[in-house]
């Protein structure tokens, strides 16, 4: 049989949400891939998955579960501080990899599990999702077809008003690595950056703060927190440089004081024109007029990014294609993360 032929057999490393509600659902809508098994320490997790997905094999060490043999990818949806050790352990083992957001918490994390990835002839791919909605897609088309001209700047942000998610792995450091900036901001900042072009980064100098989240006095609309464990930042924002000298900011939080409940966009500015994402409203010149317009986006039945990003992936296993997501983009990714970091720590521009 040959392999775009065969059923491919999945295994997942953390039965949590993101799991639950996306990923072992994607998996169950392709009709080559069968999720056989899952790995989470905590047993009602992988309770919850055999009796809602029927899932037939369970295990508390991911380690054990890749002593088996009928596995072929591996899909990590486990806490940030998972990503690493799970990711190379997984490669070593002969298994293609799909790894949830942020794909390491450092770019030498990244890179050497770039460089594992090549030594074992597996693909792997960060599961940034994003990048698959159909208002991505669409956008990244017009940039193609130079709508924009020149792109030489971008503003992303990735702000919640008082929307900070209570579970320890997004609150310890431990766990997740950082706050908002590796949960939310990783996203919009790696959507920002493709849509750019992924240049290289020249340097970086960012901020952070944790001015809300361990005050008793400050309400969250997802549930209570605990305080006194929380040490991530609550905001963070920066300012990056690239080598061809275009640049972008990011700003984001959990709990900010703002209008919106939720801020999750991009600002583009060209030389032609300028959109703002997702809205689909492009500001531009013609003939000495300004204009405005909003583009009318046909409404259609379309698949959810985290379905498509599973089955995108399955067909570059299957057809030995380069990934969409490519590893040396989410090293540079991570890489402007950790200098924003870094520059807050030191107060001082980081340079590459």
């Known amino acids: ?19 639950r509600y996306a990923h072992i659902p994607g998996w169950k809508k392709l009709a080559d891939a069968e999720v056989i098994a899952v790995a989470d320490p905590s047993r009602q997790a992988l309770k919850i998955a055999q009796d809602e997905f029927a899932v037939p094999f369970v295990y508390t060490d ?21 990503h690493f050790p799970a990711t190379i352990a997984a490669l070593q083992s002969g298994r293609h990899v799909i790894c949830e957001k942020p794909i390491a918490v450092s770019s030498k994390e990244v890179e050497e599990m770039h460089r594992t990835a090549k030594r074992c002839r597996k693909k792997l791919m960060a599961a940034q999702s994003h990048r698959f909605r159909p208002e991505s897609e669409i956008t990244k088309s017009l940039i193609s077809k130079g709508v924009f001209g020149e792109i030489y700047f971008a503003q992303c942000h990735a702000l919640r008003r008082r929307l900070l998610p209570i579970n320890p792995t ?5 766990l997740s690595g950082g706050g908002p900036l590796l949960d939310i901001g990783v996203h919009i900042l790696d959507l920002s ?3 750019l072009g992924c240049p290289k980064v020249h340097s970086v100098s960012g901020v952070t703060f944790t001015k809300l989240a361990r005050r008793k006095d400050v309400a969250g609309l997802w549930g209570e927190w605990d305080r006194d464990a929380y040490d991530v930042e609550d905001f963070a924002a920066g300012f990056v440089r690239f080598k061809d000298g275009r640049s972008l900011t990011l700003a ?4 900010a004081n703002m209008e919106k409940q939720e801020d999750f966009s991009v600002q583009l500015f060209g030389t032609e024109a300028g959109m703002h994402w997702p809205t689909f409203k492009l500001f531009m010149e013609r003939n000495r007029i300004l204009e ?11 698949e959810p990014p985290h379905y498509k990003e599973l089955r995108v992936f399955l067909e570059c296993v299957k057809e030995n294609k380069e990934v969409p997501v490519r590893v040396e983009e989410s090293i540079e990714v991570i890489r402007m993360l950790e200098g924003i970091y870094r520059s807050a720590e030191t107060n001082q521009e980081v340079v590459f």
């Open 1 to 19: 049989m040959e392999m775009k032929d065969m059923k491919f057999r999945i295994g997942i490393i953390g039965a949590g949400g993101i799991a």
């Open 62 to 82: 991911y380690r054990k579960m890749l002593e088996r043999k009928d596995i072929d990818i591996i899909d990590i949806c486990a806490p940030n501080s998972v």
């Open 170 to 174: 997004f609150i310890r450091k431990e």
């Open 193 to 195: 950056y493709w849509f």
């Open 252 to 255: 984001c939080s959990f709990l």
């Open 292 to 302: 405005d317009v909003e583009l009318n986006i046909p409404q259609q039945e379309t």
